[in-house]
């Protein structure tokens, strides 16, 4: 461990902290994320995946699978239209009876690079919200803290209301490595692209709809039909960033389609469900990105004070 650094824990206990801080805490709820809905589905690989990586979900066997889309406020009664981004998690229930996800979002960067300067600029968000900030604070702690958070604002703000959870795209926005029997290794992010296309609406459509529409809609849709999405594969080169989720990677970049996920239908939340995005599988490994690693931690902070109702 590095002398200065507190210890991952401690880290994930302030980054947690500091969201609560912001907003909540919502006794029971997720610290992020709060308002979601969970349905079944199955996964089906084409195979294209199997020379890169021996990870059983990604070879030719189909396996079930629990999503959980979301809004990412930790407000658990934010209505769906002010909750800017979404998430898409998804929890793979393999073979051999153990599990691994992907979590993805709707905006394909970070805004923070590490979790020192999470933990700031969500401190800097707080004090803004409270209003507590002088203005040449404000410039200061925008020009300090901000910097690297540009690509995400920029993403940010160009998103529109989905027209549903099944209209977006979804970005795991960490790299991870994929591994073959060789043990050769190729960086790859994550995205999950609609088969119903990309479908939004203006600020002035959606809020006419219901507060919760997104869950409403795919209820309607999966009793219709299924709601597929495709798993693409984005291949890193050499040059990539693998260890910053604020840099997007060029669109340049090869991308593989791997199998289809189709949702079949609404479930109640599985107990105990945690997506937390560290757990993989035995042909997948981590980057080096150190908000993917601390993720975990932070996760089963949130969980712990959830369960015992905090
Ligand atoms: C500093 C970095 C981050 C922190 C501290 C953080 C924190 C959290 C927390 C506390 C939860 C609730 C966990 C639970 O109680 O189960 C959560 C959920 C979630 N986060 Fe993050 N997060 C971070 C980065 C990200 C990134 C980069 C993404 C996008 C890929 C993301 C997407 C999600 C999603 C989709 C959920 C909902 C998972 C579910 O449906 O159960 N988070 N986050």
């Known amino acids: ?11 994930a206990q302030q980054a947690v902290d500091t969201i609560e801080d912001f907003d909540g805490p919502y006794r029971g709820f997720r610290r992020a994320h709060a308002k979601g809905a969970c349905f079944s589905a199955v996964f089906t690989p084409n195979g ?19 999503v959980r889309f979301s809004g990412s406020n930790p407000n658990p009664n934010m209505a769906d239209l002010l909750s800017p981004a979404k998430g898409m998690a998804v929890q793979f229930h393999l073979p051999d009876q153990s599990i691994t996800n992907i979590v993805a979002a709707s905006i394909p960067v970070f805004f923070a690079r590490t979790p020192e300067s999470f933990i700031d600029i969500m401190k800097t968000a707080a004090a803004f919200k409270q209003k507590e900030l002088s203005l040449p604070e404000k410039i200061g702690a925008i020009i300090d803290h901000f910097s690297e958070s540009k690509n995400a604002f920029f993403h940010l703000g160009a998103l529109k209301p989905p027209a549903s959870y099944a209209t977006i795209p979804y970005y795991s926005i960490h790299a991870f490595y ?3 029997d060789k043990g050769d290794r190729q960086a790859v992010k994550y995205e999950w692209e609609p088969d119903l296309g990309v479908h939004t609406l203006s600020a002035k459509e959606a809020k006419s709809l219901p507060s919760d529409y ?5 209820i309607k ?11 693409n594969l984005v291949l890193g080169e050499p040059s990539d960033p693998t260890d910053d989720p604020t840099l997007i990677w060029s669109d340049q970049r090869t991308r593989l389609e791997v199998g289809t ?4 239908g609404p479930i109640p939340e599985p107990e105990s469900l945690v997506m937390d995005p560290t757990l993989l599988t035995p042909g997948i490994e981590l980057s080096e990105d150190p908000i993917l690693n601390f993720r ?4 089963a902070i949130s ?5 015992v109702m905090e």
């Not at 997104?214 to 795919?218: S, Y």
């Open 1 to 11: 461990m590095h002398p200065h650094r507190p210890d991952p824990r401690t880290l």
């Open 48 to 66: 294209s995946a199997a020379s890169l990586t021996t990870a059983s979900h990604l070879q030719n066997t189909e396996v079930p699978a629990v």
């Open 178 to 180: 994929l591994v073959n």
């Open 214 to 218: 997104l869950e409403e809609d795919l």
């Open 221 to 231: 849709r999966t009793g219709e039909a299924r709601v597929r999405f495709k798993l």
């Open 261 to 264: 996920l189709s949702i079949t």
């Open 296 to 299: 975990h931690e932070a996760y």
């Open 303 to 307: 969980h712990h004070r959830r369960s």
